[in-house]
C-alpha cells in the first residue's frame, strides 16, 4: 500500500452519502451522475525511458502534450442493485450480482481494477451498486495512451465520488499501480502523468517511483506554431504494445548494446527537445523527432512495419519534415511536424495512402470531475 494511501481516513464519509443516494432510487429523491474525463497525449521525446529498469537504473526523460481527444467516465448508482461496467465504444454491457468476488469475470478488467482497488482501499470494502460507464476517443492500441488515460478518468470519477483527497500526483500513482502492479500490464509511467496533469510536460523519472512533472511555460505565439504544425495520422493498426515493450525490457536487463544506447539517445533527444521548444525552434524540433524515430527502432524489433514506412514516406514526400510513431510502436497513430503551409498537403497524402489524418489541438487540462443532477439529463 502506497504512504499516501495509509494517510487517508477509510471508509470516506461519502460513502454513507452515496448510500443514500442509492437507497432514494425509484423514491423520487433527487439524483446524481459523476461525471469525468483525462486527456490523450502524443510523446515528443523520450518515450520508454520511463518503463523499468532502465527509469530505475539511468533515470528517464520524457516530453509530451496532452490532445483534444479524452477518456470518460460517468458514474451513477444502478437501478437493480447490481454492479454494471459499459464501454460504450467498444458495445460491451455487463451486470454482475453486488459481491466483489463477482467481477473477477470481466471483459473489462481495466473497470473491475480500478473499481476493485478504489472500493477495498477507500470505500470500506462495501460494493457498491453502481453503473461505471465509459468511452474513450481512440480506439485501442492507438499509442495515445488511451488505456492509461480511461484508468484516470476512472480514478478520478471515484475521487469525485469518494470525496477523495487526491492531487494529479496520487491520481496518476494510483493510476500507475493499478495497470502495472495489480493488472501486471506491460508498458511505463509517462502516460499516467500526463493525463492526470494535461498540457505540456517535461517528465523525470527515478528510482524508488519518484516522478517529476515540470509544466514548461510556452508562450502562446509558439504553441500556436506547434499545434498548427502537428499532423496526426491513423495507420489502420491497433497493435498490442505488450511484445514491444518485453523486447525492449528484455533488452535493458541483459544490458543489450542497441536497446541501451537507443534509449540513451532518446533522453538525450527529450532534453535537446524541450530546450528547442522553449524557444520556439520547430525546425530543430523536426531534427531531434527524425533522430529519436531512428534510435527507437533499434529499442525492439516490430517497431516499425512497411505499412508504417510507407505513410513515413508519403508524408515526406508531401512536405512533411519528420514524423514517428506515437507510443511504442507497431502501429497505432504515426505524428509528424510539418510545415504550416503544407499541412493539408501532407493531410491529403497521408488519406490517400490509406491512412486517417487530421490537424490535432493542445489541451492544457488534465483529469477532470463533476457532479451532475440526474433529472437534468
Not at 186 to 211: T, W
Request: glycine letters at 10%.
Amino acid at each position: 500500500m502506497s504512504d499516501f494511501v495509509k494517510e487517508i481516513e477509510k471508509p470516506s464519509r461519502f460513502v454513507h452519502s452515496l448510500a443514500r443516494n442509492v437507497e432514494t432510487i425509484g423514491a423520487g429523491q433527487p439524483q446524481y451522475k459523476i461525471r469525468s474525463r483525462a486527456p490523450l497525449r502524443l510523446g515528443l521525446a523520450g518515450g520508454g525511458t520511463d518503463v523499468s529498469p532502465y527509469s530505475e537504473d539511468y533515470g528517464g526523460a520524457v516530453l509530451n502534450l496532452t490532445i483534444d481527444r479524452h477518456a470518460y467516465t460517468f458514474i451513477q448508482p444502478s437501478d437493480d442493485w447490481k454492479i454494471r461496467f459499459v464501454a460504450s465504444d467498444l458495445n460491451i454491457n455487463e451486470a454482475f450480482p453486488l459481491d466483489m468476488e463477482a467481477i473477477q469475470d470481466t471483459r473489462l478488467p481495466l473497470h473491475a481494477a480500478v473499481y476493485r482497488r478504489m472500493v477495498s482501499e477507500f470505500g470500506g470494502g462495501r460494493p457498491l451498486a453502481i453503473t461505471v460507464r465509459t468511452s474513450v476517443d481512440a480506439p485501442a492500441g492507438s499509442g495515445l495512451g488511451s488505456s492509461s488515460a480511461l484508468v484516470v478518468a476512472l480514478v478520478e470519477a471515484f475521487r469525485a465520488l469518494l470525496e477523495l483527497p487526491l492531487g494529479p500526483y496520487e491520481v496518476a500513482h494510483l493510476a500507475f499501480e493499478i495497470e502495472r502492479i495489480d493488472l501486471k500490464l506491460a508498458g511505463g509511467k509517462q502516460d499516467q502523468y500526463a493525463a492526470s496533469f494535461g498540457g505540456i510536460n517535461y517528465l523525470e523519472f527515478m528510482a524508488g517511483d519518484r516522478v517529476i512533472v515540470n509544466p514548461l511555460r510556452i508562450s502562446r505565439s509558439v504553441q500556436n506554431e506547434l499545434e498548427t504544425s502537428l499532423v496526426t495520422c491513423f495507420s489502420g493498426i491497433s497493435r498490442s504494445s505488450e511484445n514491444i515493450i518485453d523486447q525492449q525490457r528484455q533488452g535493458m536487463t541483459e544490458k543489450k548494446t542497441s536497446t541501451l544506447e537507443g534509449l540513451h539517445q532518446l533522453k538525450s533527444d527529450a532534453i535537446e527537445m524541450k530546450q528547442a521548444l522553449l524557444r520556439g525552434n520547430i525546425m530543430k524540433m523536426a531534427e531531434i523527432l527524425e533522430r529519436s524515430w531512428l534510435a527507437k527502432k533499434e529499442t525492439a524489433s516490430g517497431v516499425t512495419t512497411p505499412e508504417i514506412e510507407r505513410m513515413m514516406m508519403a508524408a515526406l514526400d508531401a512536405g512533411a519534415l519528420a514524423g514517428k510513431v506515437s507510443g511504442a510502436g507497431g502501429g497505432g497513430f504515426i505524428m509528424f511536424l510539418v510545415p504550416p503551409e503544407k499541412r493539408v498537403s501532407v493531410i491529403r497524402a497521408l488519406n490517400e495512402s490509406g491512412g486517417h489524418a487530421e490537424d490535432l489541438h493542445l489541451t492544457t487540462s488534465g483529469a477532470e470531475s463533476w457532479i451532475c443532477p440526474m433529472q437534468n439529463l
